[in-house]
């Protein structure tokens, strides 16, 4: 990713003009300097500047004096300017201001925020072009949270605690909180888990849920079917008990049989089960031919009880059509009375009103003319509702009094006759049988669509293998193999150039240990457990330089090529050696000169070779005098006699009394 440092700025809380720094871009840039004059401040204004959850600038001197920092960035959309508000007493603050231009101008003051820190955030996401899907669906563990571009600072940073630390090899991985998240994200900016690997980790996530629904949906279906197949013998019995099949009937042994035979007498009726019923005795057959006035009577009692909830609804409607015909007519009456006036001509000033619009009235009394007519021929039509009504509410009273009298002698044949009571328990019972069989071949059909839905489990488990084959956890293993085999070769070619102990021993990184093992033969060695700061810095220079070689062989990835080491010579000048001259200290630090001058020599070689896509920045103690005439290596700033905030910016303590 081209992120590339332009300017650094901060902005006075005094009237001044802001402190601005200037780098360059592809190359070497280096602030050399004494202590304490702020040089461990330049990665916390920019790792805050950049969107961190604390403000790690130190308190004192620069946060006391500065209201806001800023630093204006290179990428391939142009320049941004990213301001935030110093936080006080506070952590952090929210506070910030973004600008974006071809070439941004740096304002003397900033007066109000524009934006927050979480939409910066969301903006260097979208730069970086990091997926918004999270490493594990649905998880709650924040580790495993979408990879964004503050994680990407692990491999831009290394402070002056960091640089040659034997514990620690990346930046904020000595707290568990980023040591883990970058665990999660280093398959994903090594390229062994892609984009297209996270979607398709929640699609599959999806579909898993999906088939384990349809699945126990299936279960269900299946479980249903199977116990009511084990029951259709018992139903096809007891239709030959009933009457519904006949004694003789031979019952098939294959299922599609069993299934046409049982929809068959459904499809009877339950007299059909009582085909002797007649001859069994004539009150047997006067109660079947009441049985059939009965429904007959009902169903046309049913027909006059809806035509008169008809003529009911018709009757409102017509009312309300009446009521707002008068109230038409007694509006436009008025029209009437003066059309009356003007027609007298009396000389009166409402007669002269009337002449101004006499055609209007007269409209306005035809208008009246039509309305009467309306209302004229309304009652007729509620007369001839009102006749309607009358007949079909004699005509529902009439066949309800025979619907009583058929049920009254039904009644009293069935209380008279014990077969007959037999015959309508009988009728009873086979309208429950037909009605549960008819409702278990209803839910069997229901069932007999589990075709479909295996169809679906089918498409489902093909899809998921052709997604378990985009995600295998064999294919990631194997690229990031690839990709660590890449980076510890660069890195194994970096050591020699270093002051480094072992310079042709093999360089492994240890993505669930993040550090580097040193390779002696048959053993491996930590880090931690390489003895020497010459050592530990020649393997952070040689992995961090060799993972930006490699994210910069990748096509638009979104690491920045972009590295910060404060203090590298720290390992080789203690502070001491400044006022140490003796012949023996003199001979250890030309040593230790060509040491720190093997540092900036692999750093400046690298950045040439990264042709402007790679910018380099130190921070450190070592002068011109170590590091002078290296090609691509260039003094930003000197701050010996002057610091990163101007002296005129502090206030001067008052004098005693």
């Avoid at 002797?276 to 007959?296: K, M």
């Amino acid at each position: 990713m081209y992120f590339q440092l332009r300017k650094l700025i901060l902005w006075p809380r005094i009237e001044a003009a802001p402190r601005i720094l200037m780098f360059k871009p592809g190359i070497v840039n280096v602030i050399s300097g004494a202590s304490k004059t702020g040089k461990s401040a330049v990665i916390p204004i920019i790792d805050y500047c950049l969107g961190s959850d604390k403000c790690a600038i130190p308190v004192g001197v620069i946060r006391e004096n500065c209201s806001w920092f800023g630093i204006v960035v290179d990428t391939l959309e142009g320049q941004k300017l990213l301001a935030r508000r110093e936080p006080g007493e506070q952590q952090s603050t929210g506070d910030m201001v973004l600008v974006e231009a071809a070439e941004v101008m740096v304002p003397d003051r900033i007066a109000e925020k524009t934006t927050n820190v979480d939409a910066v955030k969301g903006v260097l996401n979208r730069l970086a072009g990091l997926s918004s899907l999270e490493f594990e669906p649905n998880s709650d563990n924040g580790f495993k949270s979408r990879p964004g571009f503050r994680d990407l600072m692990a491999f831009t940073f290394q402070p002056q605690n960091i640089i040659a630390n034997p514990d620690v090899l990346f930046f904020k991985a000595d707290t568990t909180e980023h040591r883990e998240k970058l665990k999660t994200i280093f398959p994903y900016v090594l390229g062994a888990v892609t984009a297209a690997v996270l979607q398709a980790r929640f699609e599959l996530d999806r579909l898993n849920r999906n088939l384990r629904r349809k699945e126990s949906d299936l279960r269900t279906i299946v479980s249903a079917t199977t116990a009511w197949q084990l029951e259709t013998q018992g139903w096809l019995r007891e239709a030959v008990e009933i009457g519904l099949l006949p004694p003789d009937q031979t019952i098939p042994a294959d299922w599609p049989s069993i299934i046409d035979l049982l929809r068959q007498v459904v499809a009877s009726h339950a007299r059909n089960a009582r085909p002797t019923l007649a001859g069994i005795d004539p009150i047997l057959s006067r109660l079947e031919t009441l049985r059939t006035e009965e429904g007959n009577t009902a169903r046309e009692l049913t027909i006059h009880r809806q035509r008169l909830n008809e003529l009911r609804r018709l009757r409102e409607s017509s009312e309300a059509y009446g009521g707002a015909m008068l109230i038409q007519r007694d509006r436009l009456a008025l029209a009437k009375w003066l059309r009356d006036i003007v027609e007298r001509e009396v000389e009166d000033p409402i007669v002269n009103i009337g002449r101004g619009g006499r055609e209007q009235l007269l409209t306005l009394c035809d208008n009246l003319n039509v309305v009467e007519v309306k209302l004229r021929t309304h009652p007729t039509v509620s007369d001839t509702l009102d006749r309607e009504t009358l007949r079909q509410r004699t005509g529902a009273e009439r066949v309800l009094e025979r619907l009583n009298q058929v049920r009254t002698e039904i009644a009293r044949l069935e209380r008279d006759s014990d077969t007959a009571r037999e015959a309508a328990d009988h009728f009873d019972r086979t309208e429950r049988f037909l009605g549960r069989l008819e409702q278990a071949i209803q839910l069997y059909e229901r069932a007999d669509q589990s075709s479909t839905l295996r169809e679906e489990i089918a498409q489902i488990q093909a899809e998921i293998l052709a997604l378990q084959r985009v995600i295998s956890e064999a294919e990631i293993r194997r690229k990031l193999r690839n990709a660590l085999d890449r980076i510890e070769y660069m890195a194994s070619h970096c050591v020699p150039q270093l002051d480094a102990e072992w310079p042709d021993a093999p360089v492994r990184l240890s993505i669930e240990d993040l550090t580097v093992k040193v390779v002696r033969g048959s053993r491996d060695d930590y880090l931690w457990e390489i003895g020497s700061g010459a050592n530990w810095l020649a393997y952070h220079i040689a992995i961090t330089l060799a993972l930006q070689k490699y994210f910069l062989a990748e096509p638009h990835h979104p690491v920045p090529g972009l590295l910060i080491y404060d203090q590298p010579s720290q390992v080789y000048f203690p502070k001491r050696m400044a006022q140490d001259e003796s012949p023996e200290i003199a001979i250890w630090r030309d040593q230790d000169v060509i040491a720190v001058r093997k540092v900036f020599s692999l750093l400046s070689a690298e950045a040439r070779i990264a042709k402007g896509r790679l910018q380099i920045i130190v921070l450190d103690h070592a002068g011109e005098d170590v590091w002078g005439g290296l090609d691509g290596v260039e003094v930003i700033e000197e701050w010996r006699g002057r610091a990163l905030v101007p002296s005129e910016w502090i206030p001067r303590p008052n004098p005693a009394g």
